[in-house]
């Protein structure tokens, strides 16, 4: 468990990264906004608090690793990279324009903390279990974290991964899925349910845990409970809301890619900026 001043400082840190989130996705005026809100929380627990990454050694052979597997989420992992401090904050801006460092999909020849290659969905538990499986062999104890998404998890390639994840006992790997319910044509449950996706995990032989994916504390415990469970892999199963936070796009069906005014942007900003972190609304009960 966090402590509440260590929980306020990460509730800060996310709230940074939305922040800075929808003035990236501001500056091109469309993008991918429901899917990269939904993974704030676990961007700040990651890079906050877990990671043990070096920001001016990104490939740092004794880093862990996170491989954003549902790749068009990259505008919210690129801006936990900056303000973390990967590469400049200014870089934000050119999100997607020509020339830049910051692909709408996340692409790791070019963008510094960028572990994978990623916008074709279904790969990255994948490659994650490869680099688990290589960190085993070398006797390092570095971590590979992977994210999913629930759409992403209709692909046959994440089954077949599963399948030999679970029998390959990673203790090394933790799989995050990004439990928002929404899919890019609409809600999963109207277009290919994952019914009893736990029990379907734990099927596999996996360590499975299902959290609330906005609350940092939850985040940060089944984490450390994930790592104290040996031989097997971890999934933790999210519990989220697509566009979570963001005035136009949380309550949305069609919130996957959308396209916003600068007014729409400086709203959601302020809405931001008002709003009370979690943690202080709690202490008020
Ligand atoms: C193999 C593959 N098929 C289709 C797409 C197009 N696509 C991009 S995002 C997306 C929806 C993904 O849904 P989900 O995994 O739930 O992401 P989230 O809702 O968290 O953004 C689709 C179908 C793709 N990128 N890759």
Not at 17 to 29: D, Y
Not at 147 to 169: T, Y
């Amino acid at each position: 468990m966090l402590r509440k001043q260590e929980i306020l400082e990460l509730e800060k840190f996310a709230k940074e990264i939305r922040i800075e989130t929808l003035k990236e996705l501001g500056s091109i005026g469309s993008g991918h906004i429901g899917g990269s809100m939904s993974i704030v929380e676990l961007l700040a627990v990651l890079y906050g608090k877990v990671m043990k990454v070096d920001p001016k050694n990104p490939n740092w052979e004794d880093r862990d690793w996170l491989i954003l597997s549902k790749g068009h989420a990259g505008p919210s992992l690129y801006a936990a990279l900056a303000l973390k401090g990967f590469f400049p904050k200014e870089w934000l801006s050119t999100l997607n324009k020509g020339g830049t460092r910051l692909p709408s999909h996340c692409n790791r020849m070019l963008t510094p903390g960028v572990d994978m290659s990623t916008g074709a969905l279904g790969q990255g538990i994948s490659v994650g279990i490869g680099i688990a499986m290589g960190l085993k062999l070398d006797n390092k104890n570095n971590f590979v974290y992977v994210i999913i998404g629930d759409g992403e998890s209709q692909e046959g390639q994440v089954w077949e991964a599963v399948l030999f994840g679970g029998n390959a006992k990673l203790d090394n790997l933790i799989v995050f899925v990004d439990y928002n319910k929404q899919q890019l044509d609409g809600y999963v449950d109207n277009i290919n349910p994952l019914g009893n996706l736990g029990e379907k995990w734990k099927a596999f032989g996996w360590d499975v845990q299902e959290i609330n994916g906005h609350n940092i504390d939850e985040i940060y415990s089944a984490i450390q409970k994930a790592k104290g469970v040996k031989d097997k892999s971890h999934v933790i199963i999210m519990h989220t809301i697509k566009g979570k936070g963001c005035t136009f796009a949380e309550g949305v069906e069609l919130n996957h890619h959308m396209t916003f005014t600068k007014e729409q942007i400086d709203n959601a900003i302020y809405v931001l900026e008002q709003s009370p972190f979690n943690s202080e609304v709690d202490n008020d009960k």
